[in-house]
């Protein structure tokens, strides 16, 4: 029901920052739950970070709580995930997910559609 594109994907040296988006195309943008999940090769996908339909609730994996933040603006159809003092370990390729209604998880499995990912590279 939701179409995801992310963007904002590069190369960046450790102790930089980075702001990666999500556009969504589809009308019901606002009554998803979203989340961000990274990806490297030969491990499971995690999760990084979510966001409910409102923007009021948030939450983060302790890997980047302190210094990644996520947002969305509903009338732009649009997540970001704001990522500043990056780490080499942060390198991934990043996907956002969008999940019907309410998805208070850090499952993958439990959200319902998801972008193609954008690459993050930090070098040290």
């Known amino acids: 029901q939701v179409q995801l594109v992310e963007s904002g994907g590069g190369l960046v040296q450790a102790g930089g920052s980075l702001r990666l988006s999500c556009a969504a195309s589809?009308?019901?943008?606002?009554?998803?739950?979203m989340g961000w999940f990274r990806q490297t090769p030969g491990k499971e996908r995690e999760f990084v970070a979510r966001?409910?339909?409102?923007?009021?609730?948030?939450y983060y994996a302790d890997s980047v709580k302190g210094r990644f933040t996520i947002s969305r603006d509903n009338a732009k159809n649009t997540v970001y995930l704001q990522m500043m003092s990056l780490k080499p370990e942060d390198t991934a390729v990043y996907f956002c997910?969008?999940?019907?209604?309410?998805?208070?998880?850090?499952?993958?499995?439990?959200?319902?559609?998801w972008g193609q990912g954008t690459q993050v590279t930090v070098s040290s």
């Open positions: 589809g009308r019901t943008f606002s009554s998803y739950t």
């Open positions: 997910a969008a999940g019907r209604s309410w998805v208070p998880s850090t499952i993958p499995s439990r959200f319902d559609n």
């Open positions: 966001i409910s339909e409102s923007g009021i609730s948030t």
